[in-house]
């Protein structure tokens, strides 16, 4: 792994932008084999290997959680092979996504898991960029959402990815054109101003409910939205 081999304990806030190669099997952008918590991590670097070969873990286990972390690195190997994880054996994974290319030469590869081995993985709340690699058989029976580039970009995933979560960690800088990730800020959504007709996304804090204007300090604006 680009960042630890085989994982037993904690591994968190860690991260990955070199090339990731092995010639056997569980490679992994950021650990090889997962058999614990791996949490706010990510890869930037090509990964490549034979079997077992995914953007975050090579492999991972039932003793294994895996909560928001992120690929964004091509992923290249022969059998196994996923954007996040190439081979799953009823791995809990959270709040995660891959935006990567997948090439395999082999059998059983997609977007974000190469294989659920009992297709009993719980993946929850997880996505993959639909515009850049097609979805594996074990992607679709576990409910992972492909989303294409220009949804990634434009905020809608780092606001479902943060969803509920007390601490504010997915954000992203709204018209950089970037991925969400860890350092940008956090993105609201909802209305602008009482009358706008439609939702946004925005890195400014947003009107949950549109409604009539109030004037009652009686200065010509808004007193909810300042138009």
Known sequence: GG???YEQGVVSNCYNTGNVSGNDFNVGGVVGY???TVTECYNTGIVNGKNHVGGVA???VSSSKI???YNIGAVEGDNYVGGFVGYGFSVAVENC???CIVRSSGTYYG???GFNYVNNSNLTNCFYDSSLCNPSDSD???GVIGKTTAVFINGEVAYLLQGTQEEDIWGLNLGSGDYPNFEGQKVYYGYEY???PYKKYSNKVLLENNSEHKDELLDGKCDICGK
């Open 58 to 60: 090579g492999k991972a």
């Open 3 to 5: 960042v630890v081999g």
């Open 111 to 113: 977007a974000f898991i």
């Open 140 to 142: 679709v029976k576990a």
């Open 194 to 196: 009482c009358d706008s």
């Open 34 to 36: 997962a058999n614990y």
């Open 67 to 69: 909560t928001n972390c």
């Open 97 to 99: 996504y891959s935006a």
